[in-house]
């Protein structure tokens, strides 16, 4: 199993190898690199495609200290550096598009294109955050209970199959796995007045059925982004289309990738 030790951290992660265009793709929240599998079997016969845990997440070793979607920006920068790559396409689903835009930022010429799928550019919803820092103190507490994970998932997912194997994957992981990670979450930056010094090619795909980021961040953050040609409706999809409703994500991902 490949491991890269970067800042700190013992990165889990897969490549495809080969001489192909990279694109790494960065996972969202409470998942794991395999949530992109039906991206890598789409895409591996023309890409190089490389996945990785993040902090506190997967096959990752976490040092378990606090940090944020900068910090995680430079774990992918990093681990392009571990491989050799100078230049990729970054991918992000959710909060892997959180850190994404950040790696863009931090270094614009080490990222030829970004693919965002069901993300944003802003801080979470006020209104929320009581309800998502309740459910992070019973994580912390009791773990992933029946009512908490199933809630979650439901948001997250939203198929009784898929469900199930992410919540089991979810009570394997340590209680603590929810304090830093969701700190860094909730309490993100807003980067979206600097959206506009972004200037590669962008996609945007969003499920029409997100109820964690709504498809007017998605038409924000596309409207922001020079290099962004409109957003790609994913209908029907949940927060993480790309999984659940891969065959819609797929072809226009191909078709964005092969017109760089």
């Not at 096959?59 to 606090?66: I, K, N, Q, V, Y």
């Not at 100078?86 to 950040?102: E, P, T």
Request: with cysteine.
């Amino acid at each position: 199993m490949p491991f890269a030790e970067i800042n700190g951290q013992r990165i889990r992660f897969d490549d495809s190898g080969g001489d192909r265009p990279p694109v790494i793709l960065s996972h969202g929240f409470l998942m794991d690199r395999e949530m992109f599998a039906p991206q890598i079997d789409a895409l591996a016969p023309e890409f190089r495609v490389i996945t990785w845990d993040e902090r506190g997440f997967g096959e990752t070793e976490f040092d378990g200290e606090p940090f944020t979607y900068w910090d995680s920006a430079r774990d992918c920068l990093g681990l392009l550096d571990y491989l050799g790559i100078d230049r990729a396409v970054l991918g992000g689903m959710s909060q892997g598009g959180f850190l994404s835009l950040r790696a863009a930022l931090l270094a614009p010429e080490r990222v030829c294109a970004l693919v965002l799928i069901d993300t944003q550019a802003g801080v979470e919803d006020p209104a929320r955050l009581p309800a998502y820092r309740q459910m992070q103190q019973t994580w912390l507490q009791v773990g992933p209970v029946d009512e908490v994970a199933e809630t979650i998932a439901n948001l997250i997912i939203g198929d009784p199959v898929l469900n199930e194997v992410w919540i089991a994957k979810w009570r394997e992981l340590p209680l603590e796995s929810m304090r830093a990670p969701g700190d860094c979450l909730f309490d993100r930056d807003d980067v979206s007045d600097r959206l506009g010094e972004i200037l590669c090619p962008a996609i945007v795909c969003h499920g029409t059925a997100d109820e964690s980021i709504e498809m007017e961040r998605a038409e924000l953050l596309c409207r922001g982004l020079p290099g962004c040609g409109g957003v790609v409706r994913i209908e029907g999809a949940p927060h993480a289309s790309n999984l659940t409703h891969a065959d819609q994500v797929n072809g226009p991902l191909l078709d964005f990738l092969r017109s760089l």
